[in-house]
């Protein structure tokens, strides 16, 4: 029997919505469906192997104070522009995935650990963040996925710790330069144990010691834009993180206390919390945190055992739009729903997020963007949903008709009157319009 209201709450839930003629093969067996989607390698994102090299010519024009003003400006103009690209085809991407809940979770881990253009330095590496930090690791363990974060170029620029001094290293001592706790700090409150995980700003500041000398190797060193270890900058000695004592080892010692800070009770609840909120809820119910806190302390940070235990739930499946689509996820589903797998229509599409304030890799703090329908649902932002769905109805709405496309993604839980009003609409574009600024297409 298909049960075509689950096969709607797993395709919208954990994914970005349904494509065409996908909800009756879901219907069959949704639990399967995600957690088949699990198995297995996933094919990895392609990424420009430039961007090293990209990321080490920028901050060296950066260093070099009477380099030429006009050429940094068209360096920056060209890095941007092949951002948009990228961005636009990682867009189409998920919009085309074989395995949406794969993709549903690597934006989430990129959003959990987020790096954002808003600091132009992080605009080459961006992208390759994502895929080389996130993507490879959303299944593994979470210390693992810690570590790769903290040590990606785009990470360490974006908060700081590649400039990190010791101050009584051998180039503290030198050059005077001095310590940034960004690193530290974010990687507690937002990364790990959060907020109230029982650290102190005396612990925030042992961590940046022992983080000291992650950095990033420069235009004319091995492996240039890459990370690079400098124990020329490493705080010498033992330092103390919320209790316990790390003697001096070097690069070793920040491995030790990403492993531990992994393995805290606090980890574990943060990090339920979110995905619950992600998954379920803008008020995640207490069960499916603790379900999911229990799952990662039971198998030491397990990720892929996590995902399942997301997947069985009961609270994930009780009710179909709970939560508001954030603007990032209103796009990928259009693009899913309309069968769009054109690069150039997606960076038309990407207009879009940049209108309803959600452009790639663009959060406004490392907090990332914000998981809650509050933040996102106001008169203002309505209207400008409203004018987005209009845009794309008189751009697509000659090419695909809104009847089957509703058919194929909201009609397991949408109610009459939105069905009437597509139907009877006095236009192709129009109904399509109604269709992506309904009710039902605007949650998940």
Known sequence: MLDLKAASIAANRFGFGARPGE??????????WLTRQLAGEAPQAADAPIWPAQLAGFLQAQREKKADIDAAKMMRKALQQEFRGAAAKRTIDAANSATPFRERLVQFWSNHFTVSIQRAVVVPAAIGFENEAIRPNILGNFRDLLKAVAAHPAMLLYLDNAGSVG?????????????????????????????????????????ARILTGWSIAGEHEPGPGRFRYRPMVHEPGSKTVMGKTYPEAGRDEAVAVMNDLAARPATACHIATKLARHFIADDPPKPAVDALARTYLETDGDL?????TLIGLP????????????????VISACRSLGIADVQAGEMLLMGLRQMDQAPFAAPSPAGW??????????????????????????????????DVAKATIQPVASQTTLFHIDHAPSAAEALALLIASPEFQRR
């Open 23 to 32: 909800l009756d093969a879901i219907a069959k067996d949704p639990r399967g």
């Open 167 to 207: 101050p009584n290293s051998a180039g503290g001592l030198k050059n005077k330069r001095g310590l940034n706790e960004n690193l530290a700090r974010e990687m507690m409150e937002l990364h790990t144990v959060g907020v109230d995980g029982g650290y102190s700003q005396t612990d925030v500041t042992e961590l």
């Open 370 to 403: 914000p998981d809650t329908a509050d933040s996102w649902i106001s008169p203002e932002a309505m209207m400008t949903r409203v004018e987005w769905a209009m845009a794309v109805g008189q751009k697509l709405g000659s090419q695909a008709d809104a009847r």
């Open 304 to 308: 892929h055992a996590v995902s399942l």
């Open 315 to 330: 609270q994930i499946w009780a009710e179909p739009l709970p939560k508001v689509k954030t603007p990032n996820d209103l």
